[in-house]
């Protein structure tokens, strides 16, 4: 499945119908007997509902019949059926509330189930889907699916089942008090509502939508705008803005005019179906009231029953297009569960077995695009406790090494082993525990410094997060401010400068424990002081740990046992810095460049 299919529509009536064959397992969950057990309790209690119900009007016939008799019963009798008449409305009730309530927590359990589903798949699917997708466009996904099965569950289990039960236990009722023909006038009546209200309605889906793209529309405009005031103001295009603005806004008049006639057009033909069946069976009762085969009650009761029929589906058209809608965006969030995992365990994968932690890369292919290789025939090891750089310059394909050692890609040839199992034969979840990372670009949820350290271990204790702080050179800074370890981060952790935000990253690998060290151009964002500090803070933390350093500043790397030039994809040089820098050859001239331009810099700032 193509990753733009997930923002598609259904494919029709047959998408919708698979759509409520997959939540249905989610409402009969194997071996949960308790929930299944409020299923039939629910569904028990709905029947129950409708059967208390569909007497109302029974009741309300017998007292209307009571009425018109001239004898002493109608003082007394009319007393008890007021009673039964109005019990019978409140255990109508009751018993709906008690469905409502029960069947609350099946609902919820679905929705929590699906949505708890949705979400542990995305973060199973590869690094290559998520760099593919928005990360807003998921979240509305996951949002608008969850809101799609509440809606359905509440208004299909609540509204349109109770209803079609209604509908046919009212038709069996006039058909054996009366005859079939008041049986097929009421069947018939209220068919022909639903086919109508259901046609127009699909024929008004496309003003509601034409409705909401002006008011999308508009709405941008009107943001972009605003958020561009200077430039409005610079280029004096105010008139010119509000040109553009008036106009989505007109687009918009005309489309919810047609929407509200539309509207209207549909709520008379609903009173025109509904009148013509309450006349036709008013015609019929009424001749037989003077005929005297029904009584005055029984002309009463029918009516009523038509009426108690039509109003539940007063908002059939709106229930329809929510309905639709819901289905739709269920579809979506579970078609985000029929993408395909591209990195999963082996079925008989095992933990790795550390032991040294030593690194192997052998004749590594690989590349994103089968047209465009990015790694060509790499082999390298870093041997147990020490430190290997990878340098060269952009898209020579470093960052990419990081990547398939932490297994977010496979190899397309070679192989990676860690202590000489291949990372492809073990699990996922123990290669990724046995490896720490600081990234060039540390993103800190939007919580507290404490959460953001203590995340490298959740289970670590308040005195080991302190104590990787302090080794990580931020517990003063952190003791400083005013709410300490408490303080907010802000989203991202924009609140923290990048030197910080480093710091914490360290704490949080430090804390993690890893048996191998992965530096990804951790210090290149940083101005030059605050990059001697963390690099100072990263050789404590890497001392007699399998390190492997990617970097682009070359002297961040001089003590390293072994620095890799990477330039295309291939390893072009190999040795330690002085080795290289006697041979004279791409590390030396990388070497030249940076040493210059770090000259010019520092005589830029002495001028200033």
């Known amino acids: 499945m193509s990753?733009?299919?997930?923002?598609?529509?259904?494919?029709?009536?047959?998408?919708?119908?698979?759509?409520?064959?997959?939540?249905?397992?989610?409402?009969?969950?194997?071996?949960?007997?308790?929930?299944?057990?409020?299923?039939?309790?629910?569904?028990?209690l709905m029947a129950l509902s409708k059967i208390v119900n569909v007497y109302v009007p029974l009741f309300y016939r017998d007292i209307v019949d009571a009425l018109t008799v001239e004898t002493a019963l109608a003082v007394a009798l009319p007393i008890g059926l007021l009673f039964a008449y109005g019990g019978s409305r409140v255990l109508s009730v009751v018993f709906a509330e008690m469905r409502e309530a029960i069947f609350a927590r099946v609902a919820q359990r679905a929705v929590r189930n699906a949505a708890l589903r949705t979400f542990q798949h995305l973060h199973a699917l590869s690094l290559r889907f998520h760099l593919e997708r928005q990360t807003g466009g998921l979240s509305r996904i996951i949002e608008r699916g969850v809101k799609g099965i509440e809606f359905v569950l509440a208004f299909m289990m609540f509204n349109i089942i109770p209803t079609l039960l209604e509908i046919g236990l009212v038709c069996a009722i006039l058909w054996g008090l009366f005859d079939v023909w008041y049986a097929l006038v009421t069947f018939v009546t209220i068919v022909g509502y639903i086919v109508f209200t259901l046609v127009v309605t699909e024929w008004r889906i496309q003003f509601r939508r034409e409705m909401n793209d002006r008011d999308t529309e508009a709405n941008t405009k009107a943001i972009d705008s605003l958020l561009n005031y200077e430039t409005v103001k610079y280029f004096g295009n105010e008139a010119h803005e509000a040109t553009r603005f008036d106009g989505s806004m007109r687009r918009y008049e005309e489309a919810s005019v047609r929407n509200t006639v539309t509207l209207s057009y549909l709520n008379v033909g609903q009173a025109a179906i509904i009148s013509a069946g309450l006349i036709l069976i008013m015609f019929m009762a009424g001749n037989e009231v003077v005929e005297k085969t029904m009584t005055v009650g029984d002309f009463v009761m029918v009516n009523a029953y038509l009426i108690q029929l039509y109003l539940p589906l007063n908002f059939l058209g709106f229930v329809y297009r929510q309905i639709r809608q819901s289905l739709t965006d269920m579809e979506v969030m579970f078609n985000v569960l029929e993408v395909p995992a591209e990195i999963t365990d082996k079925t008989d994968a095992?933990?790795?077995?550390?032991?040294?932690?030593?690194?192997?890369?052998?004749?590594?292919?690989?590349?994103?695009?089968?047209?465009?290789?990015i790694l060509k025939d790499?082999?390298?090891?870093?041997?147990?406790?020490?430190t290997v750089a990878i340098v060269g310059p952009s898209g020579a394909g470093k960052s990419t090494l990081s990547r398939i050692l932490f297994r977010f890609y496979d190899v397309a040839?070679?192989?990676?082993?860690?202590?000489?199992?291949?990372?492809?034969?073990?699990?996922?979840?123990?290669?990724?525990?046995?490896?720490?990372?600081?990234?060039?670009?540390?993103?800190?949820?939007?919580?507290?410094i404490y959460y953001n350290i203590l995340y490298g271990r959740t289970d670590a204790s308040s005195a080991e997060v302190e104590q990787a702080a302090r080794m990580a050179r931020i517990h003063d800074f952190i003791m400083d401010l005013p709410d300490g370890y408490e303080t907010g981060v802000g989203e991202r952790g924009l609140k923290l400068s990048g030197g910080e935000k480093q710091r914490v990253a360290i704490a949080r690998t430090i804390l993690k424990n890893p048996a191998i060290l992965l530096f990804d151009e951790a210090t290149s964002a940083l101005d030059t002081h605050t990059?001697?500090?963390?690099?100072?803070?990263?050789?404590?933390?890497?001392?007699?740990?399998?390190?492997?350093?990617?970097?682009?500043?070359?002297?961040?790397?001089?003590?390293?046992?072994?620095?890799?030039?990477?330039?295309?994809?291939?390893?072009?040089?190999?040795?330690?810095?002085?080795e290289l820098l006697n041979r004279g050859g791409a590390y030396a001239k990388m070497w030249t460049r940076q040493q210059e331009a770090a000259a010019d810099e520092e005589e830029a700032d002495g001028d200033c």
């Open 3 to 44: 990753h733009a299919s997930l923002y598609s529509s259904p494919a029709g009536s047959k998408g919708q119908y698979r759509t409520l064959l997959t939540l249905m397992p989610y409402l009969w969950p194997v071996g949960q007997w308790g929930m299944r057990a409020r299923v039939f309790i629910a569904f028990g």
């Open 350 to 373: 095992k933990p790795l077995a550390v032991n040294g932690a030593e690194v192997r890369f052998e004749h590594v292919d690989f590349n994103y695009d089968a047209r465009r290789p």
């Open 378 to 386: 790499v082999s390298f090891t870093v041997p147990p406790g020490k």
């Open 413 to 448: 040839a070679g192989s990676v082993q860690i202590d000489r199992q291949d990372i492809r034969d073990i699990t996922q979840e123990s290669l990724r525990a046995a490896i720490g990372i600081v990234p060039q670009d540390t993103v800190l949820f939007n919580d507290s």
């Open 531 to 578: 990059e001697k500090e963390i690099q100072e803070s990263l050789r404590e933390v890497s001392s007699d740990r399998t390190t492997l350093v990617i970097a682009h500043r070359l002297s961040t790397v001089i003590d390293a046992d072994e620095i890799l030039v990477l330039q295309a994809g291939v390893i072009v040089e190999r040795g330690r810095h002085g």
